[in-house]
């Protein structure tokens, strides 16, 4: 299983990033998807999660409500993570999951399988 996450880099307060992750091994209707993210002395946080097909499961972590949306595309295997209105932070290494139904609750627990990680930084 591989999980290739892309799309991150550097970028102004305010600006917008698109991340995308394909996976191989794995199709993303195994059970749910997600974003987590690490930041430097800070523990690992999941940001964004879904059941691929059902909107009404995608949970959000407070921090990024009505700013980052989580999607995937089954037809392409691949997930994607549109940040907005980016805030320093927001400075993390990002990488996407698959995993049981359950995490659509965004809990590390129910991760099954995990990517390297992009690297996002905001500053200015």
């Known amino acids: 299983v591989q999980l290739q996450a892309s799309g991150g880099g550097l970028v102004q307060p305010g600006n917008s990033l698109r991340l995308s992750c394909a996976a191989s091994?794995?199709?993303?209707?195994?059970?749910?998807i997600g974003w987590f993210r690490r930041a430097p002395g800070k523990q690992r946080e999941g940001v964004a999660c879904?059941?691929?097909?059902?909107?009404?499961?995608?949970s959000y972590a407070d921090s990024v409500k009505g700013r980052f949306t989580i999607s995937g595309d089954n037809a392409k295997n691949t997930m994607y993570l549109q940040m907005n209105d980016l805030k320093t932070e927001d400075t993390a290494v990002y990488f996407c999951?698959?995993?049981?139904?359950?995490?659509?609750?965004?809990?590390?627990?129910?991760?099954?399988?995990w990517g390297q990680g992009t690297q996002v930084t905001v500053s200015s």
């Open positions: 999951v698959v995993g049981s139904l359950h995490l659509y609750r965004c809990t590390w627990a129910d991760v099954d399988y």
């Open positions: 091994g794995v199709t993303l209707d195994y059970g749910a």
């Open positions: 879904m059941i691929p097909g059902r909107s009404s499961s995608k």
